[in-house]
Each structure stands twice: as C-alpha cells, then as structure tokens.
C-alpha cells in the first residue's frame, strides 16, 4: 500500500516532466515512421525540437539556478567554495551553454538536410532561444511578470 501511494505521490509531483517526456518520445516514434518530406512528417521534425525544448525547460529550471533571472527559483544557502557558489549561481546558463555546444557539435558531423540533422539543427535552435530567454531576463522585465 505504501509502495502504490510513494508511485502516486511520485507522478503527481513529477506529471509535467513526465508528460513532456512522453509527449517528446511519442514525436520520435512518430517521426521515425513519417516521411519528413511530407507536411505531418516535417511537423513531427520541429515538434520534437520544441517539446525537448519544454521539457529541458521544465527539469532544468526545477533543479538549476540563474542570479538575477526572475524566471529562476530563488537560490536558497551558500556554497562554502566562491568557485562553487559561481556555478550554482550560474548552473543553468552554464548548463544550456555546456549542452548547446555538443548540440552545435552533433549538428556539424550531419548533413543539415538529412532527417535528422534538420531535426539537430532545431534543437540548436531551440537551445538558443532558451539561453537567450535566461541572459534577458536577469536584466529585461515584462508587464505582469514576476520581479526579480
């Protein structure tokens, strides 16, 4: 009983990266089958970068951090280390950075026009639309946003 209510109170707390886990892995599969040549195939090519682009969102803002990014949870102690606390302070951008260049790395070993070297070539340019949104907003507000 106790082993059926953790599995709930586990996919209750986790139901958004789950989804857009699922939702990312029904797209490849999805993919695979389609012909990207086509209108629904070449969907199914973009989509994937998107919801990798919501999910990575989703995980990663949950577990990194960005100083000054009011779109980052507020970071919470301090790191005995000055060089530690920096990378705690700075985690998600590093992280975005660190995978965006193995990202760009991937991209450049594909053909760009092959299936999934286009399907690469989104994710680069999901990734760096995500970075740009965590740099602007440590500085840039919107009406109605959070304040940092």
Known sequence: M?????????LRRHSLSLTALAIVILLISLY?????DTHIGSFFG????DWTGV?????????L??????ES?????????????????HSLTLFLLVTGIAWVIAFRAMDPQSRWGQVVGNIVSEW????????????????GSKPA
């Open 2 to 10: 106790k082993q059926s209510r953790n599995r709930r109170r586990f």
């Open 32 to 36: 695979r089958g389609s012909n990207p």
């Open 46 to 49: 973009n989509a994937i970068a």
């Open 55 to 63: 999910f990575v969102t989703v995980v990663m803002t949950k577990h």
């Open 65 to 70: 951090y960005e100083k000054g990014s009011a």
């Open 73 to 89: 949870k507020p970071i919470e102690g301090i790191v005995a280390s000055r060089a530690l606390e920096l990378l705690r302070e």
């Open 128 to 143: 760096t639309q995500i970075l740009g949104m965590v740099i602007m907003t440590k500085r840039l507000v919107e009406v």
